[in-house]
C-alpha cells in the first residue's frame, strides 16, 4: 500500500498493491499500522455502501459540522469515480479550495479525506459502487450540503447537466455557508 499526500492538507491518494497470481489477486486495502505510521485516523465507526445505476450521478458535496464531522476512506469497487474535496477548515490556508482524485475499482485506489472538508463524487460509468468509512456516526442535524455547481468554488467536473437529487440541486452555495458561521473549527 503507497499513501501519496496530496495538495490539500490532511487529504491521501492510497494505491493498492495486488499480488497476482493465476487465480487472480489479493490485495489489502487497510493497515491499520500503515495508517498510523502516516499519522491517519483510525478509528472507524461506520462503513457505509452506495450503489448508483447510471453514469453521471453526481452525490454531494456533503459534510457533518462538529462534534459529528468525519474523516472518510473512500474506495470505488465497482466502476469509477471523480472523488472531490472542498477545504472548510476556518483557518486553513486552502480554505476553499478544492481537489479531486479519479478512483476505480481497476486502478484499485482510494482517498483519505479528513474532518473538515465537503465531499462529493460523479459517478464515471454506469453500475458505479462506492464503499466508505467513517470516524463518526450519521448525525442528521448536523449533516449539512454545498452546492456542487457553486460558481465561487468552480468545481471542474467534467460534466454540464448531472443526475443530481433535488436535495443536492438546492444546497446553499458556498458563500452561504460562510455567512452561517458554519466553517469548521479543527
Known amino acids: 500500500m503507497q499513501i ?13 498493491e495486488p499480488r497476482e497470481d493465476e487465480r487472480g489477486h489479493f490485495m489489502r486495502i487497510y ?5 498510523e505510521q502516516h499519522g491517519l485516523q483510525v478509528n472507524w465507526l461506520q462503513e457505509n455502501h452506495v450503489y448508483s445505476a447510471k453514469k ?9 459540522v462538529p462534534p459529528y464531522a468525519e474523516t472518510k476512506l473512500l474506495r470505488c469497487v465497482s466502476g469509477a469515480v471523480l472523488d472531490v474535496f472542498v477545504d472548510l477548515r476556518e483557518n486553513s490556508p486552502t480554505f476553499g479550495q478544492w ?5 476505480s475499482a481497476k486502478e484499485q485506489n482510494m482517498v483519505y479525506v479528513p474532518k473538515g472538508f465537503a465531499h462529493g463524487y460523479l459517478c464515471l460509468t454506469d453500475n458505479t459502487e462506492v464503499s466508505y468509512r467513517v470516524d463518526s456516526v450519521y448525525h442528521p442535524q448536523s449533516e449539512r450540503a454545498i452546492r456542487w455547481d457553486d460558481p465561487q468554488l468552480s ?13 443536492d440541486q438546492n444546497a446553499p452555495s458556498f458563500q ?11
Open 31 to 35: 493497515d491499520q499500522q500503515t495508517f
Open 176 to 186: 452561504d455557508f460562510i455567512d452561517s458561521s458554519q466553517t469548521i473549527k479543527i
Open 99 to 103: 481537489d479531486s482524485v479519479r478512483i
Open 155 to 167: 468545481i471542474e467536473w467534467g460534466v454540464d447537466e448531472p443526475i443530481v437529487s433535488e436535495k
Open 4 to 16: 501519496e499526500a496530496l495538495k490539500l492538507k490532511g487529504t491521501y491518494h492510497i494505491h493498492f
Open 56 to 64: 453521471n450521478t453526481l452525490r454531494g458535496l456533503h459534510m457533518q
